[in-house]
C-alpha cells in the first residue's frame, strides 16, 4: 500500500499571477460596478415615470434645463 501526503505551503494554485488580495480587490471593485449599474437603472426607471408619480414619491425635479438628474 502506498500512501502519498502532500505539505501544505499556504499558495493557492494560480497564485504565482496574482496574490489573494488582488483578487478580493477585483472582488470588491466587481460588486461597487454592480451596485452603481443598479442605482443608475433604477433612477432611470424613475426618470421615466409622469412627473405626478416623480412629485408624489418625493423624486426632486429636474433643471430648467431638462438635465435628468439620473445622469448627474
Known amino acids: ?12 494554485h494560480g497564485s504565482h499571477f496574482f496574490g489573494a488580495s ?3 480587490h477585483i472582488s470588491d471593485f466587481a460588486h461597487k460596478l454592480a451596485a ?21 414619491i418625493g423624486w426632486p425635479a429636474a ?3 431638462d438635465e435628468p438628474k439620473a445622469m448627474q
Not at 500500500?1 to 493557492?12: D, F, L
Open 22 to 24: 488582488s483578487y478580493a
Open 63 to 65: 433643471d430648467i434645463n
Open 1 to 12: 500500500m502506498t500512501t502519498i501526503s502532500y505539505r501544505q505551503t499556504g499558495k493557492a
Open 36 to 56: 452603481r449599474w443598479h442605482r443608475w437603472q433604477t433612477a432611470r426607471e424613475i426618470e421615466s415615470m409622469p412627473f405626478d408619480i416623480r412629485k408624489d
